[in-house]
């Protein structure tokens, strides 16, 4: 069963940690759940305020069948923070299409690390209320960057929307560095929250 694939506990006990009361939703998009092309699937936190989403397939949820003994798999799985009123009971579509979105970029040769950036043709997840949102930057996870699994390194890139315009700075800077320190000073989750006053270099 998916639930028994190591990686994947591995996983749910690395969040469980830091959040023990709460019980994750399971999207699972693999049908079989042995992994293959794209995620598996991604584990949903319904948190005060907002959804926690990580990712998983990215890296070795079963046995160990790359050549490097110190990462599994590609060596990391997505996580993205959004905005959660409190009778939520499901994931926005949208933010599950971004996350797919990028996997499948990923493992068609993209290289995506922490610093990187992404500016998108259209509103984040082909999402229409998501019109001003059309840029994505990539940044260590704000509570778990990295764990270690039987299978090797597992770090958690967090995705954090920008906003057109915020997106055209960090092109001309040539760095998101300075930006997202200054979201992370307004909001020490860096949610990706869609209709948010822009941030200024």
């Known amino acids: 069963m998916l639930e028994m694939l190591p990686g994947l506990t591995r996983i749910y006990e690395e969040w469980a940690e830091r959040h023990p009361d709460v019980q994750p939703l399971t999207i699972q998009f693999a049908a079989d759940g ?10 949903a936190y319904p948190l005060e305020g907002h959804w ?15 050549e490097e003994p110190r990462i599994s798999g590609a060596g990391f799985e997505f996580t993205c923070r959004i905005p959660r009123d409190p009778d939520d009971r499901s994931v926005p579509a949208w933010v599950l299409r971004v996350l797919h979105a990028l996997a499948d970029r990923f493992l068609a040769g ?33 509570e778990v960057r990295a764990m270690r699994t039987e299978n090797g390194l597992v770090m958690f890139f967090q995705l954090v929307g920008l906003t057109a315009d915020e997106g ?12 997202v320190a200054l979201l992370r000073d307004r909001d020490p989750r860096l949610l990706t929250e869609p209709g948010r006053a822009p941030v200024r270099l």
Request: overall charge negative; cysteine-free.
């Open 168 to 179: 055209a700075d960090v092109q001309e800077a040539g760095t998101a560095a300075p930006l």
């Open 110 to 142: 993209s290289d995506l690390d922490v610093g990187h950036w992404i500016v998108t043709p259209s509103p984040l997840g082909g999402e229409p209320s998501n019109s001003d949102m059309t840029s994505l930057v990539i940044v260590p996870d704000v």
């Open 34 to 43: 042995q992994g293959g092309e794209g995620l598996d699937g991604v584990l």
């Open 52 to 66: 926690l989403l990580v990712t998983f397939g990215l890296t070795e949820l079963g046995e160990k069948t790359s």
